[in-house]
Nanobody
Framework: QVQLVESGGGLVQAGGSLTLSCVAS????????MGWYRQAPGKTRELVAI???????NYADSLKGRFTISRDNAKNTVYLRMTELKPEDTALYYC??????????????WGRGTQVTVSS
């Protein structure tokens, strides 16, 4: 079983910055893709960014230039650096990972989310 625990969310003023972290633990060989989604109240969950094991990245077009995803494979951790935050960035941010599990294959795994609130 694989668990993901996010941290780093909180309340920040518009224009400020936050860095989210997500650590994976449990039984797995390695982790392929890792990344972040977010869900604002009354809206569907949307992809924020994804990073491959080798460091390739993909971002939501609207977030390019303000958000940066990175990972530390040795620590099984993915980060999301968010800058120039706007009130519309307010959402519950979910981490996900695709670990290679002993039973074979990969299983998309989700964290419980960390709340980011941006005040105007």
């Amino acid at each position: 079983q694989v668990q993901l625990v996010e941290s780093g969310g909180g309340l920040v003023q518009a224009g400020g910055s936050l860095t989210l972290s997500c650590v994976a633990s449990g039984s797995f060989f390695s982790i392929n893709g890792m990344g972040w989604y977010r869900q604002a109240p009354g809206k569907t969950r949307e992809l924020v960014a994804i990073i491959g094991r080798g460091g390739s990245t993909n971002y939501a077009d609207s977030l390019k230039g303000r958000f940066t995803i990175s990972r530390d494979n040795a620590k099984n951790t993915v980060y999301l650096r968010m800058t120039e935050l706007k009130p519309e960035d307010t959402a519950l941010y979910y981490c996900f990972a695709d670990p290679q599990v002993p039973s074979g294959g990969t299983i998309r795994t989700w964290g419980r989310g960390t709340q980011v609130t941006v005040s105007s």
